[in-house]
């Protein structure tokens, strides 16, 4: 095993007979700040590279929030462009290591994605949910917008879908209204039942050849070779707008509540 703690929020990353699970928490809702987002690029990175691992799986800790998206505190402490850029950039950096990464990733998403979440649940290569896996892009109800995340959400559910989410950001869609979209794609109704159809595809994939696995990968992101840099300038855009006085005034409303 392979842990980076940081005071009660963690990434670890463990080895078991060629699977790689990567596990992050965050005491709030398993919300992502600077660090988590630095960890978990590193995470994916370094299973990517690993001879021995043929197929990811990405988690979070818990029963109740997979991800409730960016971490509000630093949000708030976020002080001039160059520390907005570098905040987002943390987003880009870890949609584009799952990008590029050269092994499958299945996502264990088991509860609510906001924001971030539903970015992170876009851009891994199979997604299997339950039905408390509700999603919503809260980002321009305090004055951002998805700008980051949003062309792995668009890739994985389309324009319109996407766009009906950033829009309307503070409903939540069900999950089964993201599997119909592609976000998602299987739904159970427990845990219990999630966690047997994520053994079932992990035993599958285990004796599936590791090269068909790897071109199928590259098959899957065609086209996103430009991402780097695209993701890198939608972060400087939500740099820019977290200093606006909207975004400051409702930030610290969000955080009230």
């Known amino acids: 095993m392979v842990q980076s703690s940081f005071m009660d929020a963690y990434v670890k990353s463990e080895?078991?007979?060629?699977?790689?699970?990567?596990?992050?928490?965050?005491?709030?809702?398993?919300?992502?700040?600077g660090k988590i987002l630095d960890e978990l690029a590193k995470a994916i990175?370094?299973?990517?590279?690993?001879?021995?691992?043929?197929?990811i799986l990405l988690r979070s800790f818990g029963d109740k929030a997979f991800c409730a998206g960016a971490s509000f505190d630093e949000l708030a402490a976020i002080g001039n462009k160059e520390e907005g850029l570098k905040f987002f950039n943390?987003?880009?950096?870890v949609i584009n290591a799952m990008r590029i990464c050269p092994k499958l990733i299945i996502?264990?998403?088991?509860?609510?994605?906001?924001?971030?979440?539903?970015?992170?649940?876009?851009a891994v290569d199979y997604a299997i949910a339950t039905e408390a896996a509700e999603i919503k892009l809260s980002e321009l109800a305090v004055g951002i917008g998805p700008f980051v995340v949003g062309p792995a959400v668009e890739r994985?559910?389309?324009?319109?879908?996407?766009?009906?989410?950033?829009?309307?950001?503070?409903?939540w869609r069900s999950a089964e209204w993201a599997r119909k979209r592609g976000l998602y794609a299987e739904l159970y109704n427990s845990t219990e039942d999630?966690?047997?159809?994520?053994?079932r595809l992990v035993f599958?994939?285990?004796?599936?050849?590791?090269?068909?696995?790897?071109?199928?990968?590259?098959v899957f992101w065609k086209g996103t070779e430009?991402?780097?840099?695209?993701?890198?300038?939608?972060?400087a855009i939500s740099g820019r707008l977290v200093l606006s006085d909207f975004t400051r005034k409702a930030i610290e409303s969000f955080k009230k509540k």
């Open 15 to 33: 080895f078991h007979q060629g699977l790689t699970t990567i596990e992050f928490h965050h005491p709030q809702s398993n919300s992502l700040p």
């Open 45 to 55: 990175h370094a299973a990517g590279n690993d001879e021995e691992t043929r197929l």
């Open 90 to 93: 943390g987003f880009a950096q």
């Open 107 to 122: 996502g264990r998403i088991h509860g609510r994605c906001v924001g971030g979440g539903v970015g992170l649940a876009a």
């Open 156 to 171: 994985k559910i389309g324009m319109s879908a996407y766009s009906q989410l950033a829009i309307d950001a503070t409903r």
């Open 194 to 199: 999630m966690d047997e159809a994520i053994s």
């Open 204 to 218: 599958q994939l285990m004796h599936s050849s590791p090269e068909a696995m790897a071109e199928l990968k590259k």
């Open 226 to 235: 430009h991402w780097d840099k695209l993701l890198h300038e939608r972060a």
